[in-house]
T-cell receptor
Framework: DTAVSQTPKYLVTQMGNDKSIKCEQN?????MYWYKQDSKKFLKIMFS???????INETVPNRFSPKSPDKAHLNLHINSLELGDSAVYFC????????????FGPGTRLLVL | DQQVKQNSPSLSVQEGRISILNCDYT??????FLWYKKYPAEGPTFLIS?????DKNEDGRFTVFLNKSAKHLSLHIVPSQPGDSAVYFC??????????FGTGTSLTVIP
């Protein structure tokens, strides 16, 4: 009965490949996020969607494109993967509104070789 | 530019004693602060929050203190239990849903 789920949990791929990470939440939340945790353990927001509409887009390479088919899903597609993309990617969701608690998925560990 | 900093990457405490985790921030516009707890191979889970209109918030064994003039907050866990061993992230916000996270402090509670 997972609230925020991500697939896959682990992803090992070659440089230059295109990959997608899927995220689903069953909490009925309106807002979803993608975070990246790099090797220095710094957890940084990448994107935020509210009711399928992009509201936060931090400085992220164009190779990263979020897609929200409905408000329960926010997928992350990455083109032309680079070594520096290796990180743990967390999806999260919250109710709409300022300062609402965010609920995180278990993370997807991406390793680019 | 890291606006939220946790300068201690790790902390070890004896079971039953107090754990104090510290967090500093640079942006004086921050008005809402949270602590998240993270176990290995899991996502962070919300622990406790505090608004800038307060200087203390308590929830069971967990208390968060906020010192706005020093731009500093701390999380106290009393008494510490082995199950508290995890990575603790501090986060801050001043607008909407955007939170800025620290790099985390790994707490080990020794039985």
């Amino acid at each position: 009965d997972t609230a925020v789920s991500q697939t896959p949990k682990y992803l090992v791929t070659q440089m230059g490949n295109d990959k997608s990470i899927k995220c689903e939440q069953n909490l009925g939340h309106d807002t979803m996020y993608w975070y990246k945790q790099d090797s220095k353990k710094f957890l940084k927001i990448m994107f935020s969607y509210n009711n399928k509409e992009l509201i936060i887009n931090e400085t992220v390479p164009n190779r990263f494109s979020p897609k929200s088919p409905d408000k329960a899903h926010l997928n992350l597609h990455i083109n032309s993967l680079e070594l520096g993309d290796s990180a743990v990617y967390f999806c999260a969701s919250s109710r709409q509104g300022a300062k609402e608690t965010q609920y995180f998925g278990p993370g997807t560990r991406l390793l680019v070789l | 530019d890291q606006q939220v900093k946790q300068n201690s990457p790790s902390l070890s405490v004896q079971e039953g004693r107090i754990s104090i985790l510290n967090c500093d921030y640079t942006n004086s516009m921050f008005d809402y602060f949270l602590w998240y707890k993270k176990y290995p191979a899991e996502g962070p889970t919300f622990l406790i929050s505090i608004s800038s209109i307060k200087d203390k918030n308590e929830d069971g064994r967990f208390t968060v203190f906020l010192n706005k003039s020093a731009k500093h907050l701390s999380l106290h866990i009393v008494p510490s239990q082995p199950g508290d061993s995890a990575v603790y992230f501090c986060a801050a916000s001043y607008t909407g849903n955007q939170f800025y996270f620290g790099t985390g402090t790994s707490l080990t509670v020794i039985p």
